[in-house]
């Protein structure tokens, strides 16, 4: 099968290679998905440029979407054929989806509802996950006002969509030139958080109380808001990723005297009742058809430097994807 791959960290010119690798054939259990669709997250450059390889070599990527084409021992025939987006596919393996075929457990590979394009598919098991469970740890409700930072995200994006559905007001934090794509999402007020004060937007269109609840893509930055009453009392920071991946300070007395609340989570490790609930949630969306999908960019496998490259300067609004 065609592939993409790197056996070192780097700048991706100079480590991804694509090629041919062995066909993989799927064991007891598991499903071998003929691959339409990759998707690149941040986390993928990220891994590619500095993480160190857990594996000789690294087929990268871990969202994508397809057609089951073969099955293990122990999985219905009748899933033969059938349309799905796969999540954690890379993750704690050393096959992703940058390659004609990916081989995983059954349950990895979720019906991809008729109506949904495999390039939307693309992009459910990083940023469309990570959104959903964020809303829910973030108990988006009426009557509940959410601070999304980085709305025009991957992630941000779906999650503004996904808490105005579950009826909550939705303040958002996007650069200028993303600020027309985080109010497409639905968002009813977005700050450039380049120019302006984060926390004083957030508290004048709040009455001063402070928004029920964050969910945050940089904690290094979103942190320093806390002693500044961006959240209100009893108020719960939900945070998903740092741009500063080190120690960072967090104010005890704003915590303290706020009753404050900060959860971490990271989708690759999602309990599996969490992600079954996530799943299910997404799905009801799709089949109901009330999610935006933007993809910003498309490239060939053969051009997956370029398409790193993209994701890594940053200038692309919506999802970069590979086109297998």
Not at 65 to 84: F, H, K, L, T
Not at 233 to 250: A, E, F, R
Request: charged share 20%; proline share 7%; hydrophobic share 45%.
């Amino acid at each position: 099968m065609k592939a993409a791959w790197y056996e070192k960290n780097g700048p991706a010119r100079d480590v991804l290679v694509v090629g041919e690798l062995p066909t993989p054939e799927p064991g007891p259990g598991e499903v071998r998905v003929k691959l339409a669709v990759s998707g690149i997250n941040p986390s993928d450059v990220k891994s590619r440029r500095g993480r160190p390889l857990p594996f000789p070599r690294i087929v990268p990527h871990s969202d994508g979407a397809g057609v089951i084409d073969r099955v293990g021992a122990g999985v219905p025939e009748e899933r033969i054929g059938e349309r799905v987006w796969v999540w954690n596919g890379q993750w704690q393996r050393a096959m992703g989806t940058a390659a004609e075929h990916i081989v995983l457990p059954a349950r990895q590979a979720v019906r991809l509802p008729d109506k949904t394009g495999f390039d939307a598919g693309a992009c459910f098991g990083i940023p469309a996950l990570t959104a959903i469970h964020g809303v829910g740890l973030a108990e988006a409700a009426p009557g509940r006002t959410l601070l999304v930072t980085g709305a025009a995200s991957g992630v941000g994006h779906y999650a503004v969509q996904m808490a105005k559905a579950a009826g909550a007001t939705v303040l958002a934090t996007a650069s200028a030139r993303r600020r027309a794509h985080a109010l497409s999402a639905g968002a009813d007020a977005v700050f450039d958080y380049k120019a302006e004060d984060v926390a004083a937007r957030v508290k004048e269109l709040t009455g001063g109380r402070g928004a029920d609840a964050i969910l945050d893509m940089d904690l290094s930055s979103t942190a320093p808001l806390l002693p500044r009453g961006v959240l209100a009392p009893h108020g719960k920071l939900v945070s998903y990723g740092s741009n500063q991946p080190t120690d960072i300070p967090v104010s005890f007395p704003a915590m303290l005297w706020g009753s404050l609340t900060l959860q971490m989570y990271l989708v690759y490790e999602l309990r599996d009742s969490e992600r079954a609930q996530a799943i299910a949630g997404l799905t009801a969306m799709l089949e109901a058809n009330t999610l935006q999908h933007t993809i910003g960019a498309r490239f060939p496998l053969e051009r997956i430097a370029e398409a790193h490259e993209a994701v890594e300067v940053g200038g692309v609004i919506g999802n970069v994807v590979l086109e297998i």
